[in-house]
């Protein structure tokens, strides 16, 4: 922008501009320069000022460091952008038992202790783990999270404990585990009971000796690592079934945190939902003002068993169909009976209308229908059923189907589906 405008004065032009919500740019140029105008206009926000004449290449350095500067603006922006993100973070509740778990957390966080945390899915099990990260002495360390059930078996290994180049076919380069990487940190396993015996002993030994040897490789690698491990099965009695070794259970269960499920802590439920509402009006842009007293009384009533994922997943397609400016309803919730009999799948009629997540309708009577359907594919609408049901969520899927994540994952491979986990949070350290 020139100083000497057509019609008035550009360092006034420059102060309206400023006070406008979204600022642009403004390189000032001038071919009456003097150190006070220039002056003048920096303070007044002009980003730089240059005197007339210059050269294209002039310009174009200015250009140049006007983009990097909007470029360092934005990112900055979206990290400090952090108090959502945050927030995300945060365990609600005040229920007594949630009070219990804080304090748990409160104290177990001081230790370098192995902690197991165990309860149902969707209970909160990764947000008691990040809370225990947050605030323990290493909550300025790494954080490295490996989703045990996510990865397939063979590689699980490779994944913990790095391999040399070679190890195996495919293995290119020499890469570094999950547990190198978490050095001086924390990491934390997801789903525990997924590993396989082998992984389990080799496990017991970085637990034990808190050393390792990668894939493939002789040498000895030291490791310290503070380990947070959870899982949503009742890892005793894998124990008992001999699925999962006593003595790895005994070394991850030093500290065990029970989080328990939504429906033992209802008095949680008002503040949940209410957060919830709050996030997903904003997340939607949709203004919802509040929640009918009938609603509040439906969610009391649900048994919640995808506990507070589900509740939270309830919430957001709640405020999507609510109207702009209303309040949510019980017909917003979506909560009929039939959320309770997915996980009861026995007394489930063959009849059912969805849609699947390939996108398919799907409307199935055995009697209505010519060609009677077979077991297997009565089988297949009911797992991508319940996975629409979950939003796509496996680990809640295999939850309410009681079967486990793998083979829920090896029959969703079978189907050829291959859409990704729509909760799943991808993060440095995830896999
Ligand atoms: N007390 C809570 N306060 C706020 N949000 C919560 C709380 N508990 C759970 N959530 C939210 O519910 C969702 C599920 O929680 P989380 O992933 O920690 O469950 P999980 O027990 O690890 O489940 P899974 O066994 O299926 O992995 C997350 O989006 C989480 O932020
Ligand atoms: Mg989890």
Redesign the pocket.
């Known amino acids: 922008m020139d100083v000497k405008l057509p019609d008035g004065d550009g360092t006034d032009l420059l102060k309206q501009l400023q006070s406008r919500p979204v600022k642009p740019l403004v390189v000032i140029i001038s071919g009456f320069g003097t150190v006070d105008m220039a002056v003048e206009c920096m303070s007044n926000g002009a980003f730089t000022f240059l005197t007339k004449p210059f050269s294209p290449e002039q310009l174009a350095v200015v250009l140049k460091k006007a983009e990097e500067h909007t470029q360092l603006v934005k990112v900055n922006q979206f990290l400090s952008h952090g108090e959502d993100d945050e927030s995300?973070?945060?365990?609600?509740?005040q229920s007594k038992p949630?009070e219990q778990l804080r304090q748990l957390i409160r104290k177990v966080a001081r230790t370098q202790a192995t902690v197991l945390?165990q309860?149902?899915?969707?209970?909160?099990?990764?947000?008691?783990?990040?809370a225990l990260y947050r605030e323990s002495p290493r909550g300025d360390a790494p954080f490295i999270k490996v989703n045990c059930a996510a990865i397939p078996e063979n590689l699980i290994e490779s994944e913990f404990f790095g391999h040399e180049k070679g190890a195996f076919t495919g293995a290119l380069t020499k890469r570094e585990g999950r547990f190198e990487l978490a050095h001086g940190g924390t990491i934390l396993l997801?789903?525990i009971s997924e590993i396989s015996p082998q992984v389990q002993a080799k496990l017991l030994r970085v637990l034990q000796e808190r050393e390792l040897e990668r894939v493939g490789g002789n040498r000895t690698i030291k490791v310290d690592v503070r380990v947070i491990a959870?899982?949503?099965r009742q890892l005793e009695e894998s124990v008992e079934r001999k699925e999962f070794r006593q003595d790895l259970y005994f070394r991850l269960n030093v500290v065990p945190v029970i989080?328990p499920p939504?429906r033992e802590r209802k008095e949680?439920i008002p503040i949940?939902a209410t957060?919830?509402r709050e996030r997903f009006v904003r997340k939607h842009g949709i203004h919802v003002v509040g929640m009918s007293p009938a609603c509040m009384e439906e969610l009391q009533r649900h048994n919640w068993p995808g506990?507070?994922?589900e509740?939270?997943n309830v919430i957001e397609r709640a405020v999507i169909l609510c109207n702009e400016g209303g309040v949510l309803e019980p017909a917003h919730l979506g909560l009929t009976p039939n959320t309770m009999e997915i996980s009861t799948p026995i007394a489930r009629p063959a009849t059912f209308s969805m849609t699947t997540p390939m996108g398919a309708s799907v409307t199935q009577t055995a009697e209505q229908s010519a060609d009677f359907q077979t077991l297997s594919e009565i089988e297949k609408h009911h797992i991508l059923a319940a996975l629409e049901h979950c939003k796509g969520?496996r680990?809640?899927a295999a939850?309410i189907l009681d079967i486990s994540i793998r083979t829920l994952r090896n029959k969703l491979n079978e189907y050829g589906y291959k859409n990704q986990e729509a909760?799943a949070?991808t993060e440095v350290g995830e896999i």
């Open positions: 995300r973070f945060e365990l609600l509740g949630v945390i309860g149902e899915s969707g209970t909160g099990k990764e947000l008691v783990a990040r997801d789903e959870t899982t949503n989080v939504l949680d949940l957060q919830f506990n507070v994922r509740l939270q969520n680990t809640h939850k909760n949070p």
